[in-house]
Structures are given as C-alpha cells and as structure tokens.
C-alpha cells in the first residue's frame, strides 16, 4: 500500500456540510489503513431516509469531492457494535461531477489506488484543490447521547433497514 491511495465513502452528506464539518464522518473503518490514504473521495447516497442525517444534493452515485486527507480522528458519534466512528479530515478540496462513480458495493467506504481513479474518471493531476475553511462553522456532533421517543426511533430504524416506520415494532423491557 502507498501513498497513492484514496478512501471512498458513498455519503448521504452534502459537499456544503462535509466542508462544514471539517471532513466526512462517522464511519466504521479500518483506521491505519484509512491514515495511509492521499485523498478523500466523496460519492452521493440520495437513498438515506433519516433527514436529520442526510442533506444530499448531488446525483446518487457521483463522485462530488476530492479531498486531501489531514487526518482520520474518532468521530464525536458513538460507536457501532463496539467499534468507533472516524472522521476523515481534509486540509484541501475541490469539488467535481463523476457521475456513476459508485459500484454499489455493500459496504459505504472502499479503497481505490491511483490508476483505478483515473480509469473511474477523476484525474489527480488535472484537480485544483482550494483550503479548507480556518474552523469547521458546524460542530462535528453532539458527543452526548440524547434520548429518542418511540416515533423519533422507529423513524430511524425504518430508514436504516429500509421499512415503514408502522412496520418496526419496539419492546422496551424493565
């Protein structure tokens, strides 16, 4: 593995909001291999239901930002199954339009050398990257735990597992 190597997350963020944030988050993923990463490619998920989540502008499955990795730093978002949430932080970006970039793999964050960019249509060299912001405008997440009521958690269920609110049903046990 070297240098020439890029993250890519299939992401139901907006470019405004990850530039915001400071980078993308909270994803489950394989750090030191992550932290050897150049870039930073960001591709859109316009199938995510929960609103409060995802503010997608771009086609569903483009390419729409290149970044320079900075750093991958533990999310402020809790873990998952035991496992922590990363932040992918950029120090540069540029936005581009590489329509149908993602393959629809199972899983939101794959790894792509080089050449296998530019065979998928975004070419390094050719990218004029602007700064990052000083400070991120948007706090990354609230790093306390708040509580849900029924609806507001059957709403979230419904759009991770693709169901009607009405179908999921909860048992709360004492």
């Not at 944030?21 to 993923?29: M, R």
């Not at 771009?58 to 990363?86: C, D, N």
């Not at 405008?137 to 759009?159: D, F, M, W, Y």
Request: with cysteine; charged share 30%.
């Amino acid at each position: 593995m070297s240098q020439e190597e890029a993250i890519v997350v299939f992401t139901a963020r907006s470019p405004e909001r990850i530039v915001e944030e400071g980078g993308s988050q909270a994803w489950v993923l394989d750090a030191a291999h992550a932290r050897r990463c150049s870039w930073l490619v960001c591709t859109q998920n316009r199938h995510n239901a929960n609103d409060d989540f995802s503010d997608a502008t771009e086609a569903h499955g483009s390419a729409f930002l290149v970044g320079k990795v900075a750093r991958v730093v533990k999310a402020a978002e809790t873990e998952r199954g035991g496992r922590p949430r990363w932040l992918i932080t950029i120090s540069e970006f540029v936005r581009v339009d590489v329509p149908d970039f993602w393959g629809h793999e199972r899983n939101p964050v794959r790894y792509l050398s080089r050449p296998e960019l530019e065979k998928k249509g975004i070419k390094l060299d050719e990218l004029v990257f602007e700064p990052m912001p000083d400070t991120p405008a948007r706090p990354a997440a609230p790093s306390a735990v708040v509580g849900l009521t029924i609806a507001e958690a059957r709403k979230g269920l419904a759009a991770t597992f693709g169901v009607e609110p009405e179908a999921v049903e909860i048992t709360i046990r004492g």
